[in-house]
C-alpha cells in the first residue's frame, strides 16, 4: 500500500477513535446518579420500557446506577415467600432515589386471605346497611396482606344503576376499614392518593 | 491517480479530520463542567438576562452548574422571572411567553402577529388550557358521544386538583359507563389516574349520585 495512504487512514481512525472518545465523555456526563434500594428481593436489574436485557445491573441495595433522563423498569425477584416484580420510574433532570419492595408471593396472599375475609365481610356489612344489595366477589389481598380489593356485583332490581362496584379496604390497628368510601365503578388515586397506585389499579382491573 | 495527487488528497482529509477533530476537543473544553441552557422567549424582541448579563432571547448558551436567573422584559409587557437550577443537569429549557401590561401592548401584538405565534409556540397562550391539557391529555380526545354505547364524555373543572380536569360520563346506561371506561382505555389511558364523574350512576349503596 502506498505510504500516503496508509497515513491518510491511520490518521482518519485515530481522529475517528478520538472523536468516539469526546463522543463517550460527553454521553457520561448526560447521565444521572440514581441510587436504587431495595428489600425482600434479589437479582434487581434496570431495564428500558421495551429492551429485553438489563442495561444495569444492581449488586446490593443502596447502589448506585447511572442513567441518561427517560423511562425505566426496575425488575426482581423476591426472596422465599415474596413475589417477583417490576417498577416503572422515570429519571428527569436531576439524581433521585428509587426503592423496591417486594411483596407477599400470591400463594401466602391467598392463605392470609381465607383467615382474613370473615373480618373483611364483616367490616363492609357494619359500614354499609345496603351491601345486601350486592355480591362480594373473593377478592384479592394485596402487599403485605393489609391492603384487600374487590368487586361487588348488584343483584337488586334497579337497572339504571346495577353497575358492578369496586371497592378497597385496609388493616389499621388489626381492624379492616374501608379505604375508598364510597365504593363506586372505578376507583381513583386522585381521589384516594392514599391508597397505593397498584392497589387501585389491580381493583379496577378486576 | 499518480503520486502526488495522492498526496495532495491525503493531505487534504487529514486537514480535514484534524479540523474537525480541533474543532471536537475546543468544544469539549470551553464547555467542560458547564452546562446548556436553551431560552424560548416571546416576543423574540424581549430584552433577556441570565443573572444580569444580557443574552438573545432564543439563544442556546453554556452556563456553570449552578442557579441561574433568567429575566424577560419589554416595554408595555409584564417583567417576568424564572430561576432554573442546573446544578445537577447537563441542559434545561426557561421559556417564557411574556403577557402584555396594557393596551399597547395588546396592540402591540396585533401589528405583529408573528409575536403572537411566537408566544403560541412557547405556550404563552391560553395557558390554564395548556397545563390542564398536560395534566388530562384525554381532554384532547373530547367530547365524545356514542348512541350505541350509550355514552357521552366530555370533562370539566376538576374541585380535587388545580388545574386538573374531571372527566364526565353522562347519558349512560351501566353498559354505557362500561364502554366508556372500555373506550378511555382503548385511547390508551387508564381511569385510576383519572378523576371521573359517573353522573347518571345513583349509587344503591347510599341512595345517591356520586362522583369517582
Given at each position: 500500500m502506498r505510504r500516503p495512504v496508509v497515513v491518510m487512514v491511520l490518521a482518519a481512525v485515530f481522529v475517528l477513535a478520538l472523536l468516539w472518545g469526546v463522543s463517550y465523555i460527553s454521553d457520561q456526563r448526560a447521565k444521572l446518579p440514581v441510587t436504587?434500594?431495595?428489600?425482600?428481593?434479589?437479582?434487581?436489574?434496570?431495564y428500558t420500557p421495551a429492551g429485553p436485557s438489563a442495561i444495569a445491573t444492581v449488586p446490593?441495595?443502596?447502589?448506585?446506577?447511572?442513567?441518561?433522563?427517560?423511562?425505566?423498569?426496575?425488575?426482581?425477584?423476591?426472596?422465599?415467600?415474596y413475589a417477583n416484580g417490576k417498577q416503572a420510574f422515570t429519571v428527569g433532570d436531576s439524581p433521585k432515589t428509587v426503592s423496591v419492595t417486594a411483596y407477599y408471593s400470591d400463594a401466602k396472599l391467598a392463605a392470609m386471605l381465607t383467615q382474613e375475609s370473615a373480618a373483611i365481610l364483616q367490616a363492609l356489612d357494619q359500614k354499609y346497611a345496603r351491601i345486601g344489595l350486592y355480591d362480594v366477589q373473593p377478592g384479592k389481598l394485596y402487599h403485605f396482606g393489609d391492603w384487600y380489593g374487590t368487586t361487588l356485583v348488584y343483584k337488586g332490581n334497579d337497572y339504571f344503576n346495577n353497575d358492578t362496584l369496586r371497592v378497597v379496604?385496609?388493616?389499621?390497628?388489626?381492624?379492616?376499614?374501608?379505604?375508598?368510601?364510597?365504593?363506586?365503578?372505578?376507583?381513583?388515586?386522585?381521589i384516594y392518593p392514599a391508597v397505593p397506585t397498584d392497589v387501585l389499579q389491580a381493583v379496577n382491573n378486576q | 491517480?499518480?503520486?502526488?495527487?495522492?498526496?495532495?488528497?491525503?493531505?487534504?482529509?487529514?486537514?480535514?479530520?484534524?479540523?474537525?477533530?480541533?474543532?471536537?476537543?475546543s468544544q469539549f473544553i470551553a464547555h467542560h463542567g458547564q452546562s446548556q441552557?436553551?431560552?424560548?422567549?416571546?416576543?423574540s424582541s424581549a430584552q433577556v438576562t441570565i443573572d444580569g448579563k444580557t443574552y438573545p432571547a432564543n439563544a442556546t448558551v453554556y452556563v456553570t452548574k449552578s442557579k441561574h436567573v433568567v429575566h424577560a422584559s419589554l416595554q408595555n409587557f409584564t417583567d417576568e422571572e424564572q430561576t432554573i437550577d442546573l446544578s445537577n443537569r447537563a441542559s434545561g429549557t426557561v421559556s417564557i411567553a411574556l403577557n402584555p401590561a396594557n393596551a399597547a401592548g395588546e396592540q402591540y401584538l396585533s401589528d405583529h402577529p408573528e409575536y403572537q405565534l411566537e408566544r403560541e409556540a412557547v405556550g404563552g397562550t391560553d395557558q390554564g388550557a395548556q397545563v390542564a391539557l398536560a395534566a388530562t391529555p384525554l381532554i384532547n380526545k373530547l367530547p365524545v358521544d356514542n348512541i350505541n354505547g350509550p355514552y357521552s364524555i366530555d370533562y370539566g373543572q376538576s374541585t380535587l386538583q388545580?388545574?386538573?380536569?374531571?372527566?364526565?360520563?353522562?347519558?349512560?346506561?351501566?353498559?354505557?359507563?362500561?364502554?366508556?371506561?372500555?373506550?378511555?382505555?382503548?385511547?390508551?389511558?387508564?381511569p385510576t389516574t383519572l378523576e371521573i364523574n359517573y353522573s347518571d350512576f345513583s349509587n344503591p349503596l347510599l341512595g345517591t349520585g356520586s362522583s369517582q
Open positions: 436504587i434500594t431495595y428489600t425482600n428481593a434479589h437479582a434487581v436489574a434496570v446490593s441495595s443502596g447502589s448506585i446506577v447511572k442513567l441518561k433522563s427517560g423511562n425505566y423498569v426496575i425488575k426482581y425477584d423476591g426472596d422465599s415467600g379496604l385496609h388493616e389499621e390497628n388489626g381492624s379492616w376499614v374501608v379505604a375508598t368510601d364510597p365504593p363506586n365503578i372505578t376507583l381513583s388515586k386522585i | 491517480m499518480n503520486t502526488s495527487q495522492l498526496r495532495a488528497l491525503a493531505i487534504l482529509v487529514i486537514v480535514i479530520l484534524g479540523g474537525v477533530f480541533v474543532y471536537s476537543i441552557l436553551s431560552l424560548q422567549i416571546a416576543p388545580k388545574n386538573g380536569s374531571v372527566i364526565i360520563i353522562s347519558n349512560s346506561s351501566p353498559d354505557g359507563r362500561k364502554n366508556a371506561i372500555k373506550w378511555i382505555r382503548q385511547q390508551g389511558f387508564d
